[in-house]
């Protein structure tokens, strides 16, 4: 098993834009790739040192801040996990940017992913935990 924990404030994957440039080319751009390069920086040094092959089970929990207006008792309970967060940003697309950004790191394709659990909750500390088993 494998565990990362990645200290930033989980960002959802966002729309690909499409342009057309000066030579009338169609071209693409990916406004997600920065937060898949700060997950890849932060996940390289503890990779396994070869890719997994088979069936993976993945683990990903998300915990995004808790607003600057909650006070007491309600702040309390976001940080003591008792009150979800199911506001957006929506729980997929956090996925998304991270099954894409340990392909080829930790796992050959993220077509390998045959059970997932997702949790989003509230955390005084920002940070998506990783964890990724061979089933």
């Not at 808790?66 to 008792?73: A, L, M, Y």
């Amino acid at each position: 098993m494998f565990i990362f924990e990645i200290h930033s404030i989980p960002r959802p994957q966002k729309q690909t834009m499409q342009g057309v440039s000066f030579s009338g080319r169609k071209q693409f751009y990916d406004p997600s790739r920065m937060n898949r390069k700060q997950i890849q920086w932060q996940v390289q040094p503890h990779a396994p040192k070869e890719l997994l092959l088979g069936p993976i089970e993945m683990h990903l929990t998300f915990y995004l801040p808790i607003p600057k207006q909650v006070r007491g008792i309600e702040r309390q309970q976001m940080n003591n996990n008792l009150a979800k967060h199911y506001k957006r940003p929506d729980i997929d697309n956090l996925a998304y940017v991270v099954t894409n950004a340990l392909k080829g790191i930790v796992y050959k394709d993220d077509g390998q992913i045959c059970v997932m659990r997702l949790e989003k909750l509230y955390g005084e500390n920002p940070r998506t935990v990783i964890k990724v088993m061979e089933v």
